[in-house]
Every structure is written in structure tokens, then in C-alpha cells.
Nanobody
Framework: QVQLVESGGGLVQAGGSLRLSCTAS????????MGWFRQAPGKEREFVAT????????SYADSVKGRSTISRDNAKNTVYLQVNSLKPDDTAVYYC?????????????????WGQGTQVTVSS
């Protein structure tokens, strides 16, 4: 079983930056593919970014590509999501997810474990 706890959300002005963190329990963190998703009010939960177990490969949604970076520190069992040039459309609850798969995945149903989410609000 893997437990995930997100942190780092908050209220930010448009154009600002945020760094979200997600810390996982357990000893197998480096074998997990990690992902970030977000869900805005009234919308489906959508993929944001994913990273391989080693951190060597990653993938991003078009909506954040070029202004976001996903990274991980396996020694700290933590994955990060840095988002720059924030827009009001980035306002959502951001969720961390984990999977024992060995390939990057961008679909919600492939992830086995989820955190409780952290709210990000971007004011205009």
C-alpha cells in the first residue's frame, strides 16, 4: 500500500509560480511511476504530468508544457511539480498519483494510488 500526501498549494497571482510536493510512504518509491492530475470545479480530472521511476523520462499535458517541470527525489520519496506563469485557468485541486507500471501513463484509470489533493487558486 502506498499513501500520498500533497502540499504546496495556495493562492497565487497570475504570472506567479508554485511548487507542489507529494511525499509517498513505503520503500518502493523508486519503482513507482508518479503523476500529477488536476480537477477544476465542474470539470473532469485531467492529466498534468508524469515521471518515470528513475526520473529520466517525463511527459506533460499541452496545457502546461513549457512552463511546468515534474521532478522527483527518490531519497526523500517525494515528487514535485513546478508550475510557472500561472493562469486563472490553472485553478484546480491538484492530485498526486502513483502506479507500479513501468511505462509513463497519462490516463487516470491506470493509477492505483491517489493523494487527497491540494488546492491551487490563481487570481487574475
Amino acid at each position: 500500500q502506498v499513501q500520498l500526501v500533497e502540499s504546496g498549494g495556495g493562492l497565487v497571482q497570475a504570472g506567479g509560480s508554485l511548487r507542489l510536493s507529494c511525499t509517498a510512504s513505503g520503500r518502493t518509491f523508486s519503482s513507482l511511476v508518479m503523476g500529477w492530475f488536476r480537477q477544476a470545479p465542474g470539470k473532469e480530472r485531467e492529466f498534468v504530468a508524469t515521471i518515470s521511476g528513475t526520473g529520466g523520462t517525463s511527459s506533460y499535458a499541452d496545457s502546461v508544457k513549457g512552463r511546468s517541470t515534474i521532478s522527483r527525489d527518490n531519497a526523500k520519496n517525494t515528487v514535485y511539480l513546478q508550475v510557472n506563469s500561472l493562469k486563472p485557468d490553472d485553478t484546480a485541486v491538484y492530485y498526486c498519483a502513483a502506479s507500479h507500471t513501468i511505462v509513463l501513463i497519462t490516463t487516470r484509470k491506470e493509477y492505483e494510488y491517489w493523494g487527497q489533493g491540494t488546492q491551487v487558486t490563481v487570481s487574475s
